[in-house]
């Protein structure tokens, strides 16, 4: 796949993994930072899992190149305001976008 002018591939994270970092912030009562690095997620996230994670937001455009979150990505923490179905639907729209080819 071809983003932002350079050949990706799809990064490889556990979906457990993936739901836990969602669920995190609402579980910790923690609020997103304007940047995630290794400061925040590794206290939840080490070893290989913490960069795992963080090719698959980028990958998705959940967080933009300086690992900004993104509207996107804030309306799936923000669990407390929306619901499960509408965290499905963004999940299920990113996922349709980025990984177009191999759901073909």
Do not use: C, H
């Amino acid at each position: 796949m071809v983003q932002n002018g350079r050949l990706t591939a799809p990064p490889y994270v556990s979906f457990k993994t993936f739901l836990g970092f969602l669920d995190w912030p609402n579980e910790d009562n923690l609020e997103l930072p304007s940047q995630l690095d290794r400061s925040f997620w590794g206290k939840r996230f080490s070893g290989a899992s913490g960069p795992q994670l963080m090719s698959a937001l980028r990958f998705l455009n959940l967080v933009d190149a300086q690992n900004r979150p993104q509207q996107e990505l804030e309306n799936m923490v923000k669990d407390t305001t929306i619901s499960r179905e509408t965290r499905k639907s963004i999940l299920r729209r990113q996922l349709q976008k980025y990984y177009a080819e191999a759901l073909q």
